[in-house]
């Protein structure tokens, strides 16, 4: 699962603007108001670039691997080794030389990226997140009330998906607000490695009964702070899930139940995926399942086709494509949990143990394998497009949209990048923020995968080989479906 985000990209440019414009102002003025200003801009322009240079490639794998290290020592419940890695992260982000380097970076931002800090801008004063105090979220179990408190939640643990959702027409929203925490509530439990397998395999398999049973909840479980106090708190979910309509209560109830029923079966096995069909299983259960409820809800809602969810195969590609690619680039986080999804029958063909790639992140056979698990993903976009080309709402196909253009950029970023072996990369905020104002019709959808895959492309190997030549194939088809499915 996501791991908490480094400093430089939780705060996002508006926040350090507003904490530091002072010092922003007296270093722009002071270029300006010296002799040699066509001379001083471009320095610190120069200078802001290769802090950019330095803060990716030194300063955020730094960070990040100290954040891997943390979700590890949590999971073996190492509260000595918890303490000592905090101290060492606070350490970091204290020296001089961080804030001058994350300073410059910023500035840097603004000058090479004043779209996506405009698109930053928007999302944060434009009304598209809701209000909630600036109180931990344990403090906001007592003091909110239950609809409010789960919203509080959704923003916490995913803010693009919060978003998202919160857009969709009422009473859409507050199901699909549930369905997601439901969901999630089950996903930390899978993730939870300290968790007894036995308790695991009985708690997936019968959470979808718990949703029946009033004020239940469970203590100190869950992979992350934030899901523990959801899952302590979910009385208040559950309290919601009761005030939906008794149809959309029943999707809910038989997705979940399928969901934790198909992760049950992989409880202990998270080493020894064999096969490619063994992962599309798993994936199906963890998020092709999802994509499938979505459907049903959206039809339900009576705002979309009846018939939107019968092309299941549609849906579940959808998903598949969504956990394809987190899977992919959390391959260090999930290797040092303990956990691990890539399926042997592809890795196999590149090295003797999955772990290899760490040492070697640069190494043929390292890009090779992920290049292939990246192809592999983007054989659902096909899929995802005709998918997506079936919904008629325009903010559900928002909703719909936005995951799936996140991933196909995620992609971008991921594909043949040996940083994927040592950190954790992610789109930027700025990019994020874009894509979530520009994803309003169909059309705007088709020229992001064609973005996108274009980039890709430009990314494929010179080498000649079976690879290489079928990720030519897929890409050639994905530009020909979007360009058809663009109007002029």
């Known amino acids: 699962m996501p791991m908490d985000e480094v400093l430089m990209d939780e705060y996002s440019i508006w926040e350090w603007i507003i904490q530091n414009c002072k010092w922003l102002g007296f270093t722009l003025g002071g270029c300006c108001l010296t002799p040699y200003v066509l001379f001083s801009i471009p320095l610190v322009i120069i200078l802001a670039l290769i802090s950019l240079y330095v803060s990716n490639r030194v300063v955020a794998p730094t960070i990040n691997k100290v954040h891997i290290n943390l979700a590890h020592v949590r999971n073996t419940n190492n509260g000595n080794h918890?303490?000592?890695?905090k101290q060492q992260l606070g350490s970091i982000l204290e020296q001089k030389w961080f804030r001058i380097v994350d300073l410059l970076k910023r500035i840097a931002y603004l000058f090479i990226f004043p779209t996506e800090t405009i698109a930053i801008l928007k999302i944060k004063f434009?009304?598209?997140?809701?209000k909630m105090p600036e109180m931990p979220l344990d403090e906001l179990a007592h003091t909110l009330n239950d609809l409010d408190f789960c919203y509080a939640t959704l923003n916490k643990v995913s803010r693009s998906f919060g978003i998202v959702i919160q857009q969709l027409p009422q009473p859409l929203k507050d199901s699909i607000c549930i369905f997601y925490l439901v969901l999630r509530g089950l996903d930390s439990i899978e993730d939870d490695m300290t968790y007894p397998d036995d308790k695991k395999i009985f708690l997936l398999c019968n959470f979808h009964n718990n949703l029946l049973i009033e004020n239940w909840s469970i203590k100190n479980v869950g992979d992350t702070e934030d899901y523990r106090i959801l899952?302590?708190?979910f009385g208040k979910v559950i309290n919601v899930f009761k005030s939906l309509d008794s149809e959309s209560q029943s999707i809910i109830l038989n997705i979940t139940s399928?969901?934790?029923?198909?992760?049950?079966?992989y409880v202990g096995k998270t080493g020894s995926i064999e096969t490619v069909?063994?992962?599309n299983l798993y994936c199906h259960y963890v998020a092709g399942l999802v994509g499938h409820g979505l459907a049903v809800l959206f039809s339900h809602s009576g705002l979309e086709d009846p018939g939107l969810h019968i092309h299941e195969h549609l849906s579940n590609s959808a998903g598949l494509f969504l956990q394809k690619t987190n899977i992919i680039r959390d391959y260090l986080e999930d290797l040092q949990a303990g956990r691990t999804w890539w399926p042997k029958?592809?890795?196999?063909?590149?090295?003797?143990?999955?772990?290899?790639?760490?040492?070697?992140?640069?190494?043929?056979?390292s890009l090779e394998c992920l290049n292939h698990m990246v192809m592999d993903a983007l054989n659902h976009v096909p899929d995802v497009i005709n998918n997506l080309a079936r919904v008629k709402h325009p903010k559900i196909l928002e909703s719909c949209a936005i995951p799936q253009v996140m991933a196909i950029a995620t992609l971008a970023e991921l594909?043949?990048?040996?940083?994927?072996?040592?950190?954790?990369?992610?789109?930027?905020?700025g990019l994020a923020c874009k894509l979530l104002l520009n994803c309003s019709t169909l059309n705007e959808v088709y020229a992001w995968f064609d973005f996108f895959i274009t980039k890709?492309?430009?990314?494929?190997?010179?080498?000649?080989?079976?690879?290489?030549?079928?990720?030519h194939k897929l890409v050639n088809r994905v530009k020909k479906l979007s360009n058809i499915n663009l109007k002029p």
């Open 126 to 130: 434009g009304g598209y997140i809701k």
């Open 345 to 365: 029958e592809i890795w196999c063909r590149y090295a003797i143990d999955l772990s290899e790639f760490v040492n070697n992140p640069h190494g043929e056979r």
């Open 231 to 233: 899952l302590e708190n």
């Open 415 to 429: 594909y043949n990048n040996p940083l994927v072996f040592t950190s954790v990369v992610k789109i930027r905020k």
């Open 258 to 265: 399928r969901m934790g029923t198909g992760m049950a079966e």
């Open 456 to 471: 890709i492309e430009r990314k494929i190997p010179k080498m000649t080989n079976v690879n290489t030549h079928n990720m």
């Open 277 to 279: 069909a063994s992962y």
């Open 82 to 85: 918890v303490e000592l890695i």
